[in-house]
């Protein structure tokens, strides 16, 4: 495997190699466009049982297609720069998105149609992939001799990810070739809480205190409330994991109970973060991210409420449901923390690559002027604004709201588009440097 050289002098891994995560933003964003068209276009698997073949497919193209496309490039941005080092192998890197590009739209169109032989297949690709990814990132981390929370929070939230890709692995083979008799809807809630709360939720415990900082120009003041909130949820995800697979009710409860104190103390450093910036004025990128981990904390919460025992609430749609816990995880909390993400994230590795090396020689615009300020308003205000039509229709089993709320994400998700395409644009036609104004001759 080619290990990526260190850093020349002058230079920065960003400027030469950042392409891959670029690759990983675009395929990302070619996911969320399939995503949400799928969406609108059959808004009725909202209210469709989740065991359904249908339902597995649409979820995991918003989580694989979309989620998880978006966060593994992320992490090839920011390990390196969170940990000061280069990339293990830039090489390792692509061969994992060469993997994951391919084999991820089969498993979807496996799950569509319920073709086992081919979803094993393909998912076994897709792990080699993750194989690929976490051996790239750990050795990265290990090389950097880094442990403080930000490295531990993307050593977990790598190893979850493997466990939830190789769990559903293991799923497909039990389905194809019956090792075990067991009811599939329990273990199917544990993959999917292994992969939602232990990769993702890790994941933004960690590096939130690292992005935040960057883009407000800020400190995190106390690291203390940062650990505890991290290594809380680790304690209810170890706990939480299991009692979902063997359905054990109470346990489910406490140990969800548990996250939900890790995101209090996250939410807590968080607060303490955001007083220290300078940049005071809040963009519609940070708002985004406040408000996903804010309907993190209720999904989490609203979580508690579907496992414990005495609730009424089940599997089939209608009322407080499965199905409307999975609308408020995805659309509620990791689509405006991930969206708002990367309004931030893809400018910066854009100009990075195309004006990065030319600091010095000639005038550049800012990061911030790469992107339209109104498309990122009402691109991820209309996403915002569709979740309550979605919640609303999913709860009552009403089709008038379901193609509302869809509607309204659609607009949404295309003016974001828009907004992350006229960004990208500048890759391939760089801004023009702006001639120096002649000065004004002397007044007599």
């Known amino acids: 495997m080619t290990v990526s050289p260190p850093p ?80 293990w192998s830039e090489r390792g890197g692509w061969w994992h998105f060469a993997l994951h590009a391919a084999a991820v739209p089969v498993m979807v169109y496996a799950f569509w149609h319920w073709n086992l032989p081919l979803l094993g297949a393909a998912g076994s690709f897709v792990v080699a992939g993750v194989l690929l990814f976490a051996g790239n990132t750990l050795v990265t981390i290990v090389r950097s001799g880094k442990r403080d929370a930000v490295a531990w929070s993307l050593i977990l939230a790598t190893l979850w990810l493997v466990l939830t890709v ?58 203390r409330p940062v650990r505890i909130g991290l290594w809380l949820s680790q304690l209810g995800l170890l706990g939480l994991a299991p009692a979902l697979a063997w359905h054990v009710g109470y346990a489910s409860a406490v140990f969800g109970m548990a996250i939900v104190a890790g995101l209090v103390f996250s939410g807590i450093a968080l607060r303490q973060t955001f007083a220290t910036r300078k940049k005071r004025h809040l963009d519609v990128g940070l708002q985004a991210l406040v408000r996903g981990m804010i309907g993190l904390g209720l999904a989490s919460v609203a979580g508690i ?108 998700t295309a003016l974001f588009l828009a907004n992350q395409l006229l960004v990208l644009k500048h890759l391939f036609r760089p801004q023009p440097p702006t001639p120096a104004k002649p000065k004004s001759p002397p007044k007599p």
Do not use: C
Not at 17 to 34: C, E, K, V
């Open 8 to 87: 020349r002098p002058g230079g920065s891994w960003l400027a030469s190699q950042g392409r891959l995560p670029l690759a990983f933003m675009g395929l990302g964003l070619a996911w969320f466009a399939a995503a949400v068209l799928a969406t609108a276009w059959a808004p009725q698997q909202l209210i469709t049982p989740h065991i359904a073949p249908s339902v597995i497919a649409l979820t995991h193209a918003w989580v694989l297609g979309f989620f998880v496309t978006i966060a593994v490039g992320a992490i090839y941005q920011l390990a390196p720069v969170a940990l000061s080092t280069t990339l």
């Open 166 to 223: 190789t769990a559903g692995l293991a799923l497909v083979a039990n389905r194809l070739w019956h090792l075990w008799p067991t009811d599939p809807l329990p273990l199917l809630r544990a993959h999917a809480h292994l992969g939602l709360a232990g990769f993702f939720l890790t994941l933004l415990q960690g590096v939130t205190f690292r992005l935040v900082p960057m883009f407000t120009l800020g400190d995190v003041p106390h690291w």
């Open 305 to 412: 409420w579907l496992v414990w025992p005495t609730t009424a609430a089940g599997s089939a749609p209608g009322g407080f449901s499965a199905n409307v816990y999975g609308v408020l995880v995805l659309l509620g909390g990791l689509l405006p923390a991930i969206a708002g993400m990367m309004n931030k994230i893809v400018p910066f590795l854009t100009w990075m690559r195309a004006y990065g090396p030319k600091v010095g020689r000639m005038p550049t615009p800012p990061a911030s002027a790469l992107a339209n300020s109104r498309l990122e308003a009402w691109g991820l205000g209309l996403q915002g604004l569709a979740l309550l039509p979605l919640l609303v229709g999913t709860w009552l089993v009403e089709p008038l709201w379901l193609r509302l709320g869809t509607l309204l994400l659609a607009l949404g």
